[in-house]
Protein backbone atom coordinates (compact mmCIF):
# COMPACT_ATOMS: atom_id res chain seq x y z
CA UNK A 1 0.00 0.00 0.00
CA UNK A 2 2.59 2.37 0.64
CA UNK A 3 4.45 1.72 -2.24
CA UNK A 4 1.00 2.53 -4.56
CA UNK A 5 0.71 5.89 -2.57
CA UNK A 6 4.14 7.09 -3.12
CA UNK A 7 3.24 5.64 -6.57
CA UNK A 8 0.73 7.68 -7.24
CA UNK A 9 2.04 10.97 -6.13
CA UNK A 10 4.13 10.77 -9.72
CA UNK A 11 0.62 11.75 -12.00
CA UNK A 12 -0.87 13.77 -9.19
CA UNK A 13 2.13 16.21 -9.41
CA UNK A 14 2.37 15.33 -13.25
CA UNK A 15 -1.43 17.00 -13.24
CA UNK A 16 0.16 20.20 -12.17
CA UNK A 17 1.75 20.16 -15.95
CA UNK A 18 -0.97 22.04 -17.25
CA UNK A 19 -1.74 24.80 -15.23
CA UNK A 20 2.33 25.61 -14.75
CA UNK A 21 2.20 25.66 -18.75
CA UNK A 22 -0.99 28.07 -19.51
CA UNK A 23 0.63 30.04 -16.34
CA UNK A 24 4.32 30.41 -15.63
CA UNK A 25 5.83 29.32 -19.33
CA UNK A 26 6.13 31.73 -22.39
CA UNK A 27 3.59 30.79 -25.18
CA UNK A 28 4.21 28.74 -28.20
CA UNK A 29 7.41 26.96 -26.78
CA UNK A 30 6.67 23.72 -26.32
CA UNK A 31 9.89 22.38 -27.69
CA UNK A 32 11.97 24.64 -25.79
CA UNK A 33 9.29 23.55 -22.52
CA UNK A 34 10.54 19.63 -22.97
CA UNK A 35 13.92 20.49 -23.04
CA UNK A 36 14.17 22.71 -20.48
CA UNK A 37 12.22 20.01 -18.40
CA UNK A 38 14.12 17.37 -19.35
CA UNK A 39 17.87 18.40 -20.03
CA UNK A 40 18.56 19.71 -16.86
CA UNK A 41 16.88 17.24 -14.90
CA UNK A 42 19.06 14.03 -16.33
CA UNK A 43 22.24 16.23 -16.00
CA UNK A 44 21.56 16.50 -12.29
CA UNK A 45 20.88 12.47 -12.23
CA UNK A 46 23.80 12.00 -13.99
CA UNK A 47 26.01 14.67 -11.46
CA UNK A 48 24.54 12.16 -8.84
CA UNK A 49 25.37 9.09 -10.15
CA UNK A 50 28.55 9.58 -12.50
CA UNK A 51 27.73 6.52 -14.58
CA UNK A 52 27.44 6.05 -18.09
CA UNK A 53 25.51 3.75 -19.98
CA UNK A 54 27.77 0.44 -21.41
CA UNK A 55 27.49 -1.47 -24.51
CA UNK A 56 23.48 -1.99 -25.54
CA UNK A 57 22.63 0.30 -22.79
CA UNK A 58 23.11 3.10 -24.97
CA UNK A 59 21.15 2.70 -27.76
CA UNK A 60 18.54 0.96 -24.93
CA UNK A 61 18.62 4.33 -23.31
CA UNK A 62 18.17 6.14 -26.50
CA UNK A 63 15.34 4.44 -27.05
CA UNK A 64 13.47 4.77 -23.66
CA UNK A 65 14.81 8.75 -23.63
CA UNK A 66 12.73 9.54 -26.64
CA UNK A 67 9.53 6.92 -26.22
CA UNK A 68 9.31 8.39 -22.13
CA UNK A 69 10.82 11.29 -22.19
CA UNK A 70 11.88 13.38 -25.78
CA UNK A 71 9.22 12.65 -27.86
CA UNK A 72 6.57 12.55 -25.13
CA UNK A 73 7.31 15.75 -23.61
CA UNK A 74 7.25 17.36 -26.95
CA UNK A 75 3.57 15.85 -28.02
CA UNK A 76 2.65 16.54 -24.40
CA UNK A 77 3.42 20.27 -24.45
CA UNK A 78 1.84 20.66 -28.16
CA UNK A 79 -1.03 19.21 -26.79
CA UNK A 80 -0.81 21.51 -23.41
CA UNK A 81 -0.65 24.53 -25.59
CA UNK A 82 -3.82 23.87 -27.92
CA UNK A 83 -6.28 22.52 -25.93
CA UNK A 84 -7.67 23.38 -22.09
CA UNK A 85 -5.78 21.48 -19.49
CA UNK A 86 -8.45 19.05 -18.88
CA UNK A 87 -8.61 18.40 -22.43
CA UNK A 88 -4.93 17.89 -23.10
CA UNK A 89 -5.25 15.16 -20.29
CA UNK A 90 -8.16 13.28 -20.77
CA UNK A 91 -6.58 12.41 -23.84
CA UNK A 92 -3.78 10.54 -21.57
CA UNK A 93 -6.67 8.34 -20.18
CA UNK A 94 -6.55 5.89 -22.71
CA UNK A 95 -2.68 4.60 -21.54
CA UNK A 96 -3.77 2.24 -19.19
CA UNK A 97 -5.38 0.11 -21.83
CA UNK A 98 -2.88 0.67 -24.30
CA UNK A 99 -0.37 -0.65 -21.41
CA UNK A 100 -2.74 -3.51 -20.34
CA UNK A 101 -2.39 -4.77 -24.73
CA UNK A 102 1.12 -4.11 -25.01
CA UNK A 103 2.44 -5.87 -21.93
CA UNK A 104 0.51 -9.08 -23.41
CA UNK A 105 2.05 -8.95 -26.11
CA UNK A 106 5.52 -7.85 -25.21
CA UNK A 107 6.35 -9.08 -21.31
CA UNK A 108 3.80 -11.62 -21.84
CA UNK A 109 2.24 -9.46 -18.36
CA UNK A 110 -1.36 -10.00 -18.98
CA UNK A 111 -4.08 -7.63 -17.12
CA UNK A 112 -6.78 -9.46 -14.88
CA UNK A 113 -10.67 -8.41 -16.25
CA UNK A 114 -11.05 -5.76 -13.27
CA UNK A 115 -8.21 -3.60 -14.26
CA UNK A 116 -9.03 -3.46 -17.77
CA UNK A 117 -12.93 -2.86 -16.46
CA UNK A 118 -11.58 -0.25 -14.20
CA UNK A 119 -9.53 1.53 -17.38
CA UNK A 120 -12.57 1.54 -19.29
CA UNK A 121 -14.35 2.79 -16.26
CA UNK A 122 -11.67 5.49 -15.90
CA UNK A 123 -11.78 7.15 -19.19
CA UNK A 124 -15.53 7.47 -18.87
CA UNK A 125 -15.26 9.12 -15.68
CA UNK A 126 -12.20 11.61 -16.70
CA UNK A 127 -14.48 12.43 -19.78
CA UNK A 128 -17.45 13.40 -17.44
CA UNK A 129 -14.85 15.57 -15.42
CA UNK A 130 -12.99 17.20 -17.85
CA UNK A 131 -14.72 17.67 -21.30
CA UNK A 132 -17.46 20.94 -21.42
CA UNK A 133 -19.58 22.11 -23.97
CA UNK A 134 -17.10 25.39 -24.13
CA UNK A 135 -14.26 22.67 -24.59
CA UNK A 136 -12.50 23.48 -27.79
CA UNK A 137 -11.38 20.58 -29.74
CA UNK A 138 -8.27 21.56 -31.44
CA UNK A 139 -7.27 18.72 -34.09
CA UNK A 140 -3.94 18.67 -34.16
CA UNK A 141 -4.08 19.27 -30.17
CA UNK A 142 -5.70 16.30 -30.00
CA UNK A 143 -3.93 14.15 -32.07
CA UNK A 144 -0.71 14.80 -30.26
CA UNK A 145 -2.16 14.47 -26.86
CA UNK A 146 -2.99 10.88 -28.21
CA UNK A 147 0.50 10.37 -30.03
CA UNK A 148 1.93 11.20 -26.32
CA UNK A 149 -0.16 8.80 -24.62
CA UNK A 150 0.91 6.10 -27.28
CA UNK A 151 4.98 6.77 -26.99
CA UNK A 152 4.72 6.70 -22.82
CA UNK A 153 2.56 3.27 -23.04
CA UNK A 154 5.50 1.81 -25.28
CA UNK A 155 8.27 3.59 -23.52
CA UNK A 156 6.88 1.92 -20.16
CA UNK A 157 6.45 -1.37 -21.40
CA UNK A 158 9.92 -1.34 -23.21
CA UNK A 159 10.67 -0.10 -19.75
CA UNK A 160 9.59 -3.16 -17.87
CA UNK A 161 10.79 -5.69 -20.51
CA UNK A 162 14.88 -4.70 -21.10
CA UNK A 163 14.81 -3.49 -16.96
CA UNK A 164 17.72 -2.45 -15.68
CA UNK A 165 21.38 -3.34 -15.90
CA UNK A 166 22.37 -3.47 -12.59
CA UNK A 167 22.64 0.10 -12.00
CA UNK A 168 20.84 2.18 -9.31
CA UNK A 169 17.40 3.69 -10.52
CA UNK A 170 18.65 6.90 -10.33
CA UNK A 171 21.55 6.35 -12.84
CA UNK A 172 19.12 4.69 -15.41
CA UNK A 173 16.84 7.53 -14.99
CA UNK A 174 18.94 9.74 -15.59
CA UNK A 175 20.32 8.45 -18.69
CA UNK A 176 16.59 8.59 -20.06
CA UNK A 177 16.02 12.21 -18.97
CA UNK A 178 19.45 12.82 -20.56
CA UNK A 179 18.99 11.40 -23.80
CA UNK A 180 15.14 12.17 -24.53
CA UNK A 181 16.44 16.05 -23.90
CA UNK A 182 18.94 15.74 -26.14
CA UNK A 183 17.12 14.33 -28.97
CA UNK A 184 14.83 17.81 -28.07
CA UNK A 185 17.40 19.92 -28.92
CA UNK A 186 18.07 20.37 -32.55
CA UNK A 187 14.36 19.61 -32.97
CA UNK A 188 13.72 22.56 -31.37
CA UNK A 189 16.39 24.65 -32.55
CA UNK A 190 14.98 23.64 -36.59
CA UNK A 191 11.39 24.25 -35.48
CA UNK A 192 11.38 27.25 -32.63
CA UNK A 193 14.78 28.67 -32.53
CA UNK A 194 15.77 30.43 -28.87
CA UNK A 195 14.26 32.58 -27.21
CA UNK A 196 15.35 36.56 -27.24
CA UNK A 197 14.99 35.78 -22.99
CA UNK A 198 13.19 33.88 -20.47
CA UNK A 199 11.32 36.18 -17.58
CA UNK A 200 11.91 35.17 -13.94
CA UNK A 201 8.07 33.68 -13.99
CA UNK A 202 9.42 31.55 -16.79
CA UNK A 203 12.74 30.45 -14.99
CA UNK A 204 10.67 29.11 -11.88
CA UNK A 205 7.71 27.05 -13.43
CA UNK A 206 10.85 25.40 -15.79
CA UNK A 207 12.95 24.79 -12.22
CA UNK A 208 9.65 23.32 -11.02
CA UNK A 209 9.09 21.18 -14.00
CA UNK A 210 12.62 19.71 -14.07
CA UNK A 211 13.43 19.27 -10.33
CA UNK A 212 10.04 17.82 -9.22
CA UNK A 213 7.66 17.10 -12.31
CA UNK A 214 10.58 15.21 -14.11
CA UNK A 215 13.75 14.23 -11.81
CA UNK A 216 11.77 13.14 -8.26
CA UNK A 217 8.48 12.17 -10.52
CA UNK A 218 10.02 9.66 -13.05
CA UNK A 219 12.19 8.40 -10.41
CA UNK A 220 9.13 7.32 -8.29
CA UNK A 221 7.01 6.09 -11.49
CA UNK A 222 10.16 4.04 -12.43
CA UNK A 223 10.59 2.38 -8.58
CA UNK A 224 6.84 1.84 -9.03
CA UNK A 225 7.27 -0.11 -12.48
CA UNK A 226 9.98 -2.46 -10.72
CA UNK A 227 7.45 -3.96 -8.28
CA UNK A 228 4.13 -3.28 -9.84
CA UNK A 229 2.65 -4.64 -12.82
CA UNK A 230 2.65 -2.41 -15.76
CA UNK A 231 -0.96 -2.32 -16.24
CA UNK A 232 -2.19 -1.64 -12.81
CA UNK A 233 0.84 0.91 -12.35
CA UNK A 234 -0.34 3.13 -15.80
CA UNK A 235 -4.47 3.23 -13.68
CA UNK A 236 -2.48 5.50 -11.78
CA UNK A 237 -1.87 8.21 -14.73
CA UNK A 238 -5.36 8.47 -14.58
CA UNK A 239 -4.94 10.95 -11.36
CA UNK A 240 -3.23 13.36 -13.12
CA UNK A 241 -6.34 14.61 -15.44
CA UNK A 242 -8.02 14.59 -12.13
CA UNK A 243 -5.27 16.73 -10.45
CA UNK A 244 -5.64 18.78 -13.40
CA UNK A 245 -9.17 19.98 -13.29
CA UNK A 246 -9.12 20.19 -9.03
CA UNK A 247 -6.11 22.59 -9.72
CA UNK A 248 -8.01 23.93 -12.00
CA UNK A 249 -11.21 24.74 -9.93
CA UNK A 250 -9.16 25.92 -7.07
CA UNK A 251 -6.74 27.80 -7.95
CA UNK A 252 -7.13 29.09 -11.48
CA UNK A 253 -10.78 29.59 -10.85
CA UNK A 254 -12.65 27.18 -13.17
CA UNK A 255 -15.77 26.02 -12.14
CA UNK A 256 -17.43 22.66 -11.64
CA UNK A 257 -20.81 21.24 -12.66
CA UNK A 258 -22.24 17.96 -10.73
CA UNK A 259 -21.76 15.95 -13.81
CA UNK A 260 -17.55 16.69 -13.51
CA UNK A 261 -17.98 16.29 -10.15
CA UNK A 262 -19.57 12.72 -10.38
CA UNK A 263 -16.66 12.31 -13.26
CA UNK A 264 -14.06 12.84 -10.83
CA UNK A 265 -15.62 10.27 -8.44
CA UNK A 266 -16.21 7.55 -10.89
CA UNK A 267 -12.25 7.69 -12.41
CA UNK A 268 -10.69 8.11 -8.57
CA UNK A 269 -13.31 5.07 -7.61
CA UNK A 270 -11.58 3.13 -11.35
CA UNK A 271 -7.95 3.55 -9.39
CA UNK A 272 -8.43 2.46 -6.34
CA UNK A 273 -10.70 -0.93 -7.59
CA UNK A 274 -8.01 -1.76 -10.22
CA UNK A 275 -5.59 -1.54 -7.79
CA UNK A 276 -7.33 -4.40 -5.55
CA UNK A 277 -6.50 -7.08 -8.67
CA UNK A 278 -4.51 -9.75 -7.47
CA UNK A 279 -1.44 -10.02 -8.69
CA UNK A 280 2.18 -12.18 -8.86
CA UNK A 281 4.59 -11.15 -6.77
CA UNK A 282 6.65 -8.22 -7.19
CA UNK A 283 9.79 -10.25 -8.16
CA UNK A 284 7.71 -12.74 -10.45
CA UNK A 285 5.51 -9.64 -11.99
CA UNK A 286 9.04 -8.23 -14.14
CA UNK A 287 11.35 -10.70 -14.56
CA UNK A 288 12.67 -11.70 -17.65
CA UNK A 289 12.20 -15.38 -19.29
CA UNK A 290 16.44 -15.10 -19.72
CA UNK A 291 16.71 -14.01 -16.36
CA UNK A 292 14.59 -16.32 -14.44
CA UNK A 293 16.28 -19.50 -15.92
CA UNK A 294 19.90 -17.86 -14.14
CA UNK A 295 18.52 -17.40 -11.03
CA UNK A 296 17.00 -20.67 -10.99
CA UNK A 297 19.90 -22.03 -12.36
CA UNK A 298 21.86 -20.46 -9.33
CA UNK A 299 19.75 -22.10 -6.79
CA UNK A 300 20.26 -25.30 -8.27
CA UNK A 301 24.29 -24.99 -7.64
CA UNK A 302 23.53 -23.71 -3.89
CA UNK A 303 22.46 -25.20 -0.77
CA UNK A 304 18.70 -25.08 0.42
CA UNK A 305 18.81 -22.07 2.54
CA UNK A 306 20.59 -20.15 0.05
CA UNK A 307 18.07 -21.02 -3.11
CA UNK A 308 15.20 -19.90 -0.40
CA UNK A 309 16.87 -16.56 -0.45
CA UNK A 310 17.82 -16.41 -4.11
CA UNK A 311 14.10 -17.54 -4.34
CA UNK A 312 12.19 -15.13 -2.22
CA UNK A 313 9.99 -12.97 -3.98
CA UNK A 314 10.96 -9.31 -4.13
Known amino acids: MRLLLVTALTPAVWGTTYAITTEFLPPDRPLLSGVLRALPAGLVLLALTRRLPRGAWWWKSAVLGALNVGLFF ?3 FASAYRLPGGMAAVLGAVQPL ?3 GLS ?20 VGVALAVLTATARLDPIGVVAGLAGAVSMSVGLVLTKRWGRPGVSLLTATGWQLTAGGLMLIPIMLIGEGLPASL ?6 GYGYLSLVGTALAYTLWFRGLDRLPAARLSLLSLLSPLTATVIGWAVLGQSLTPVQVGGMALAFGAVV ?24 TVGLGSSRAHRTMVNRPG
Open 104 to 123: AVLINERATLRTVLAGLIGV
Open 273 to 296: WGQLSRSRPAGAVHSHPIESAKRH
Open 98 to 100: LVA
Open 74 to 76: ALL
Open 199 to 204: SGENLL
